[in-house]
Every structure is written in C-alpha cells, then in structure tokens.
C-alpha cells in the first residue's frame, strides 16, 4: 500500500521551473513537495545555460536566492556581433536605459535555489522513482512515485509540470487537449567547457561561412565555446585540436586572439523549438521546458522557465489569498505571448545547409541593418536583456 501524503502544491522536477515556483510559494506560505528522479549532485552539476536576463537576476535577489551570484556572476551590459571578420557591439546599457545581463551558470542557480530551499526545510525528494500524475482534472490531483523501494500518493491542490521536455507530466494530459507545434532545425551545437580564461570580456555571436560560432564564459577562468555543426554530429570526431582549430577559423577578427586551455567538457546539443498549448489542463500546469523549448541562440530557456514559475506562483498566492481563480485561468495565456516572442527571436547567424546565395547575402545584410541601425539594435538589445512584459 502506498503511503499517503497531502501538500498544496506538488511539483515535479527539481529544474530552475520547479525549484523558483516552490520558493516562491513558499515566501507566500504555501506548502509544496519536489519530486525529483535524479540525485542531487547530477542536478547540481548538469552543464547547461549560463546567460541571466535582468530579470531574472532581479528575481533571484528578490527571493533572497541571489547573494553568490551577486559576488561571483560577470555583468555584461553589451555583445559583440561578428561577422566578415568584423566586430560590432550591441551596447545593452545605452539601448535598454542601462539594463544588462548576468552570466551565471544554471547549474549554480540550482544549487543556490536546492540550498534555499532545504534550509527553508522545504521538501525536495531526490532519486524518486516511478512518478506519475493523476487526477488533475478534478478537485484533488495526485503525484505517485517511488522512493528506497516505498510507494507514495501525494495528493495536492495543483500540480506544478516542471518535469522538462522528456517528464511525464505533458504527456499525462489527455490526448486532444494539447496542440504541438514543432520545429528541429538542420543543425547543433557542439559546446565545450574551456579551462582558459575568456578571450573577450563580452560575449561574442559569430557569422561564418563555415557555421555559427560562440565565445562564452563562466567564470575569469572558463570559457564556454560553441560551433554550429551536423545534428547528430559524433563528438569523438572533434578531438581538441581540431575544436580550438574550427573556433580559430570561424572566430578569427584582426588584433584578436583566441586562448585556448585544456578542454574540461563537450557535447552536442540538437536544436529545436516547440511549444504546447495550452500550458494547463485542470489541475496541472506546465511550465519551462516541460511545456516549450527555444533554441539556445537567444540564450532564453532557463529565462523562460524562470518566468513561467514567477507567473504560476503568484496566480497560485492570488487564489489561496482570495479564493479568486482568474489568474490561474489565465496563467497560459499570459505565459504564451513571452515565449511567442521569443521564438520570434531565434536568430539570424545559423547558416542553413539548403541556403542558397541569395539566402546568404540577405542574411549579411540583416546583420549589416541590426549593427548600423539604432532603431535595429535597440530591437536586439531589448530582446536579448529580457523583454518587459507582464510576468
Ligand atoms: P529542466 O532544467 O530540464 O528541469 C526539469 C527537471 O525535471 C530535471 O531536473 C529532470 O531531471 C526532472 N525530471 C524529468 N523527468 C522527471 C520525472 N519523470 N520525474 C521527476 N523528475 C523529472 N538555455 C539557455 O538559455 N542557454 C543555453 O546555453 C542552454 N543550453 C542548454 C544545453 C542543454 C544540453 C540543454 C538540455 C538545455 C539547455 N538550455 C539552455 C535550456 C535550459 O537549460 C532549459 O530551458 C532549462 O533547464 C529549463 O528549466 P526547467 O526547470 O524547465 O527544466
Ligand atoms: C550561452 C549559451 C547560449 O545559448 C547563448 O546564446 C549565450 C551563452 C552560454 O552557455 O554561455
């Protein structure tokens, strides 16, 4: 027989989605339990993104989560563009009225928000097995899952689908309710973790006849590096050598010079953009990955989680506050126009392999036009620090 166990709010998935609703609801006073199926460290230690839109950091600080990342995030208040070997800057802080961006990795977030959250004695399960949603079509959903060998029913007043793109929850809503739109694109993103000490202060976004190339960072001392490459390119076929080789090329502008270091970690990531929607159904909300995905270009999936649960909590705070239900009515709604817009800014450096050279010379000239215009810039800046809309 399982173990039967009541909270408000159960949340699957110890993601940035899953771990800022559940602060959140706690500042408010409401209860919830996490349920995760990897172990802590993993979770802790998984490589993903690294750029904080203003934001979310302001958020951060907000929930009282943001005193390492304050001491120890790069601020950046500008990107480079590159392209025809040479170099343009997007200036974030003159364009946006002196926003910027924080570089800061996910996985640090996660472990400030774990850390937050248990010292709150917040209830975050690792290592559960076998979770399943139930029920979210009526008063009282409920989480099942496994833990050291036991059974468990959670029975909530909500459920929140933090779960990512592969959970469960999307798939448990029934069929017909959700309409899918997808698109996978014809390339990845091979991505290394560098130990060699960022080459530009600023983030640089390549253009090349060869593919798209990025210079990021994670710190002083790491770098983070990416090439556009084959989706389901075989990463034992880039040995070191022939990745900082490839970065050399495509990155090359005149008086600057590529550090290179002992390669810590790569990968390929396959790229693709999906959203559902509705991101709810009864009793069940999606949010993050768990409901859409972007392409990393834009640097928006973490930022877009992160949104998502700020919106859930407070629509959730606002019922149990008033018994009102208006905001969680409208949760998706109001989820959806944000992650529309920032499908819209995927963007325009990937070279596709059908392209033509009329596809390509549109394309300079759109990176030509978004460097010259301030009206164009502004546009990019705006997007890129984080648009300000309801959330
Ligand atoms: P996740 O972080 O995926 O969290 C979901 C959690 O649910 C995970 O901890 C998972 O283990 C858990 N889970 C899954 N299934 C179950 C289950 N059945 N039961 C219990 N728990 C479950 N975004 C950027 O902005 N820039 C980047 O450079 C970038 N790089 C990325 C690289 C990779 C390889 C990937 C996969 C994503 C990257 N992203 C990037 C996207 C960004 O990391 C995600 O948008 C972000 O993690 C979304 O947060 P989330 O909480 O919604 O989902
Ligand atoms: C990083 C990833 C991105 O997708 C991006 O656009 C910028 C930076 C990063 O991992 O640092």
């Known amino acids: 027989m399982p173990i039967s166990l009541r909270t408000q709010v159960g949340i699957v998935g110890a993601g940035p989605a899953g771990l800022v609703l559940s602060h959140l609801l706690h500042l408010q006073g409401i209860d919830s339990v996490v349920v ?6 993993y979770v802790e230690e998984r490589v993903r993104a ?13 929930m009282g989560v943001g005193e390492r990342m304050k001491r120890e995030g790069l601020i950046h208040y500008g990107v480079e563009l590159r392209f025809h070997g040479h170099s343009h800057r997007i200036d974030f802080k003159d364009l946006t009225g002196g926003k910027g961006i924080t570089i800061y ?17 917040g209830q975050v399960l690792f290592e559960v097995e076998g979770v399943s949603v139930h029920d979210f ?4 959903p409920k ?3 496994r833990k050291d060998g036991q059974a468990y029913e959670l029975t909530c007043d909500f459920i929140g689908g933090c779960d990512g793109f592969h959970g469960v929850c999307r798939p448990s809503v029934p069929e017909g309710v959700l309409t899918e739109y997808e698109r996978v694109y014809p390339f990845g993103w091979l991505g290394i973790l560098a130990e060699a000490p960022p080459s530009s202060e600023e983030l640089i976004y390549t253009y090349h006849d060869r593919g798209f190339a990025l210079l990021s960072m994670r710190t002083e001392q790491i770098s983070r590096l990416y090439l556009q490459c084959k989706p389901d390119e075989e990463v034992s076929l880039w040995p070191d050598e022939k990745i900082w080789q ?8 005149e008086g600057w010079e590529l550090t290179e270091g002992p390669i810590l970690q790569k990968g390929v990531t396959r790229m693709s953009s999906f959203v559902a929607e509705p991101m709810q159904h009864g009793r069940l909300f999606l949010a993050g990955d768990s409901a859409h995905i972007v392409p990393p270009t834009g640097a928006k999936g973490l930022n877009l989680a992160v949104a998502d649960s700020r919106i859930l909590a407070r629509a959730l705070a606002d019922f149990y506050a008033t018994g009102r239900h208006d905001l969680l009515d409208g949760y998706s709604q109001t989820c959806l126009r944000r992650v529309w817009n920032v499908q819209r800014f995927s963007w325009l450096l990937h070279r596709f392999p059908d392209e033509n050279p009329f596809d390509r010379r549109r394309q300079l000239a759109e990176l030509d036009y978004v460097t010259s215009s301030r009206a164009a810039s502004q546009s990019l800046a705006e997007n890129y620090v984080g648009l300000a809309m309801e959330w």
Request: overall charge negative; cysteine-free.
């Open 36 to 41: 995760e199926n990897r172990s802590r460290q």
């Open 105 to 121: 990795s996910q996985h640090e977030v996660v472990k400030d928000l774990t850390d937050a959250r248990i010292a709150a004695g």
């Open 137 to 140: 079509e009526g008063a009282k």
């Open 246 to 253: 490839e970065l050399h090329t495509r990155l090359a502008a």
């Open 50 to 62: 690294g750029v904080l839109e203003q934001g979310t950091v302001d958020l951060l600080v907000e």
């Open 143 to 145: 989480i099942r899952y």
